[in-house]
């Protein structure tokens, strides 16, 4: 009995210990398939493609694209997010919107970006990414700021404010500053983004350099170069996805990217979209940051003991030089804006001063002779350059952009230098804004310890009077030196002294440092000097005579290319010019041009456009404006040309066969404006043209320029001289 109840004590605990196994067996295998139904979706999802490309810009850019972002953090099949940007930046405000959404999905889901090319804003987005791939030769980095300042208040009594910076926004003295908190925030982003991996130095991230995708991988800017297909694979490995499929994502019923592509964004399209001041992180090309022509920098003014140089295309204004203007006037020395050469040669005569400040046109070697002249009579010769753009202009880089102001003072021996100054790390505000410490002994640095120069250049010279730190480096060369920004000298009985800025005699910039101390000694400088008075002489030229059956053969240079073209008067009033691309027949009535006709187009003024006021004197200038009808394969358009001319002196010009013909040097300005399809095409020709009595027009040298809708379309550069002159024998 007892061994019975043993064996079924044994039997019981045998058949529980199996059942304990089998309901154990039965929960792993219950827990293995809810397992299995949790896991599977973890293995299989989306990868999901954001594109962003252009530029941007506006609102609807950054919305745009934080939709799509806002769609793959919240969409649950969606696994990963491969970012492919191909962007040159944007506005800074909405490039952040962009940054801190992607952070905010990056908590969530891996993203891998794919640089296409990413310079600027379109590489601070990548820096949210946990890995980075470029193709090798992918345009990557462009790390920094570009900002447009603050603008100057002119108040008014219609429009009132509560504070002097509620129009303005901020103080253009410390606008500086927020351009380098800017920079800190995209730098700090990358570094942030980059963590161990960035090979790159805060030094050299701020050069805004940009890199191929090889050297930005060496860097440690990217991870690896290869396609969107391995970044694909990259993000799919990163959240464990063993089956996927690929999803670009986009928004229905909305425009893909931006409408700004890199080839249709100005300086004036982002002051339109934004009114400065604003703050960027995009790359443009140098030559799309160039603003608008200005009309016309500063009128003419009466004569003065200081005469300002215009008549060179000059790209100063009485307010560039207020701050010396300012102290020239506490000491009774009054200055006067010259735009024409003869203006500015008559009042050398009882001058004491002339400042010849950002021209845009080369001197004459007549004309610097007169300079020299007036110089070693005593007088003070004050050379002004400024490389920034707004000294420049379309016509100074026309023109090699230094040589007009060293067609002057290389006679002195002063040369500027092409390029800028700038500072990495010893500089006021920003990289361009440089410190000048030390001076030669002279009354014009007198109390001066130190200037603050703003976008300033090199001035080259046996007589270099002011030096900037010996870090500084000049943008061509690239490389840190104790670069020279002035030059002073003395020349005959006279002074000369150069001085690689403007931008320091403006305010608030006139107030920095001892900025104001240097400006007060040079007006002092101005004041003292008592150069001895002249006679001028007066020239005239009389009207042309070229009789009917007159021939005149020219050479001609267009853009390099040389033809010849030929000009016959074959009427009283009707002039025919042949060249190998065309022919065309001219029509005057009384010495004016009222219609000209070539292969097939035709144009008429409503009114003639004048011939010059014979007698020609230095000084003389005509203006005129004339509509036109243009009739082109029969189709008409309507249009403006506009005019202005001015003799700035007389010379003598030697002609290609040989013949020397005392001429009158006339300053040329045509504006052309006509409509045709819906754009505005304008044409703008400046330059000068030589003309006698003996042969009328000699030589001619311009350059014009043609735009559609404000966008500039080309330049072209043209030369015209004299070869040979046949009149026919007098009855």
């Not at 300002?308 to 701050?323: E, F, I, Q, Y």
């Not at 009707?574 to 144009?603: H, M, N, S």
Request: hydrophobic share 40%; with cysteine; glycine share 8%.
């Amino acid at each position: 009995m007892l061994k019975s109840l043993e064996q079924a004590s044994t039997s019981g605990a045998s058949a529980l210990r199996k059942a304990r196994w089998i309901l154990a067996a039965v929960l792993v295998a219950l827990a293995l398939a809810a397992a299995s139904a949790v896991l599977y979706p973890r293995l299989t999802g989306v990868v999901a493609v954001i594109r962003v490309s252009g530029y941007i810009l506006t609102s609807e850019d950054a919305d745009y694209y934080t939709a799509l972002i806002h769609r793959a953090y919240t969409d649950e099949r969606v696994g990963a997010v491969v970012l492919v940007v191909d962007s040159f930046g944007g506005s800074a405000d909405y490039v952040e919107q962009v940054y801190y959404s992607l952070k905010q999905l990056k908590t969530r889901k891996p993203v891998v970006a794919v640089a296409v090319n990413a310079l600027s804003g379109g590489y601070y987005i990548c820096a949210a990414a946990d890995y980075i791939f470029a193709h090798p030769t992918s345009l990557v980095g462009s790390i920094g700021v570009i900002a447009t300042a603050p603008p100057i208040l002119i108040p008014s009594e219609a429009v009132l404010e509560t504070g002097p910076y509620k129009l303005t926004a901020f103080s253009r003295l410390h606008f500086f500053s927020n351009l380098s908190r800017a920079l800190d925030a995209f730098i700090s982003a990358v570094q942030e983004g980059r963590g161990e991996r960035l090979k790159a130095s805060r030094e050299e991230l701020s050069r805004a350099l940009v890199y191929l995708g090889s050297e930005a991988l060496k860097l440690g800017l990217v991870d690896q170069l290869g396609s969107v297909e391995q970044a694909v694979e990259e993000a799919a490995r990163r959240t464990g996805l063993l089956r996927y499929t690929v999803e670009e994502l986009k928004l229905p019923n909305a425009t893909v990217g931006s409408l700004y592509g890199w080839r249709n964004v100005t300086a004036s399209l982002l002051a339109s979209l934004h009114p400065p001041p604003a703050v960027y992180y995009i790359y443009l090309p140098p030559g799309q940051l160039a603003e608008k022509e200005a009309a016309s920098l500063q009128p003419a003014t009466g004569p003065g003991r200081v005469v300002v140089d215009l008549s060179h295309g000059n790209r100063v204004s009485w307010w560039s030089l207020d701050a010396l203007l300012a102290e020239l006037a506490k000491l009774n020395v009054t200055v006067g804006f010259l735009d024409t050469w003869d203006r500015v040669r008559r009042e050398l005569a009882n001058a004491s001063a002339l400042i010849v400040a950002a021209p845009t046109r080369p001197y004459t070697s007549e004309e610097v002779k007169e300079v020299e002249e007036f110089v070693k009579r005593g007088g003070v010769l004050l050379l002004l350059y400024d490389p920034a753009y707004e000294y420049i202009g379309y016509e100074g880089l026309s023109n090699y952009i230094t040589a007009p102001i060293n067609s002057l003072a290389s006679r002195f021996g002063v040369t500027f230098a092409y390029g800028y100054l700038y500072s990495p790390s010893d500089h006021f505000g920003f990289y361009r804004n440089v410190y000048v410490r030390r001076f030669t002994n002279a009354s014009v640095f007198s109390g001066v310890r130190e200037l603050v120069l703003l976008t300033a250049t090199a001035v080259r010279s046996r007589h270099e009077a002011a030096w900037v730190p010996s870090g500084t480096i000049l943008s061509v060369a690239e490389e840190p030196g104790e670069y020279a920004v002035a030059a002073l000298l003395n020349w005959g009985n006279g002074t000369v002294l150069a001085l690689g800025d403007i931008t320091l005699f403006t305010e608030p910039f006139c107030r920095l440092a001892d900025n104001s101390a240097f400006i007060r000694n040079l007006a002092r400088l101005i004041a003292n000097a008592t150069p001895a008075r002249v006679q001028v002489k007066e020239q005239r030229l009389e009207r042309p005579v070229l009789p009917v059956g007159t021939v005149k053969v020219f050479e001609v240079r267009e853009d390099g290319e040389a033809y010849a073209m030929t000009w016959r008067r074959v009427g009283e009033n009707e002039v025919i010019v042949e060249t190998p691309y065309y022919t065309a027949r001219y029509f005057y009535v009384d010495g004016k041009l009222k219609e000209w006709e070539a292969d097939g187009v035709k144009c008429t003024y409503d009114e003639p456009l004048p011939e010059p006021p014979f007698r020609l004197a230095r000084g003389s200038s005509w203006n005129y404006s004339a509509g036109f009808t243009l009739i082109v394969e029969g189709r008409e358009y309507r249009g403006l040309l506009e005019g202005r001319e001015v003799v700035e002196s007389f010379e003598n010009v030697t002609a290609l066969d040989g013949r020397t013909y005392f001429c009158a040097s006339i300053r040329l300005e045509l504006v052309e404006r006509f409509s045709s399809g819906g754009i505005t095409v304008v044409t703008i020709t400046r330059g000068y043209y030589w003309v006698s009595a003996d042969a009328g027009l000699v030589k001619q040298s311009t350059t014009t320029k043609r735009s559609y809708d404000s966008e500039t379309a080309g330049f072209m550069t043209r030369e015209i001289t004299l070869k040979e002159l046949r009149k026919p024998a007098s009855g």
